[in-house]
């Protein structure tokens, strides 16, 4: 069930709140070098979690979902379980750091 958005299209706080299951937010800018320093870490990390979906939002001024979870620096994963926030990560430096933050939203070691 992972699934990736990078539609460009920005899902609202209220449909974020409502959602099933283990979910990560992943938000950050495809031209932000920590950003794209964190990819292959975050990749890595997912590839063990394949219930928990991903979605991808670019983030900046004017973005309503990155300021409602109020994301200062990028990339920042916000870990959910049926909507609700469990865990953080700003700039994860380390796919075992993430592997733990998605252990704890998925049950899956």
Not at 28 to 49: F, N, S, T, V
Request: glycine content about 10%; proline content about 6%; charged content about 25%.
């Amino acid at each position: 069930m992972q699934q990736s958005a990078d539609s460009g299209v920005e899902p609202s706080r209220e449909d974020v709140d409502q959602l099933e299951g283990p979910t990560v937010i992943e938000f950050g800018a495809p031209w932000c070098g920590y950003c794209m320093a964190a990819r292959p870490l975050i990749d890595q990390a997912l590839a063990k979690h394949s219930n928990v979906r991903h979605l991808r939002i670019e983030d900046g001024p004017g973005r309503r979902l990155g300021r409602s979870f109020r994301v200062k620096l990028w990339p920042t994963l916000v870990f959910l379980r049926q909507g609700v926030e469990v865990e953080r990560l700003v700039r994860p430096s380390d796919s075992s750091t993430i592997e733990g933050a998605l252990a704890r939203i998925d049950g899956v070691a």
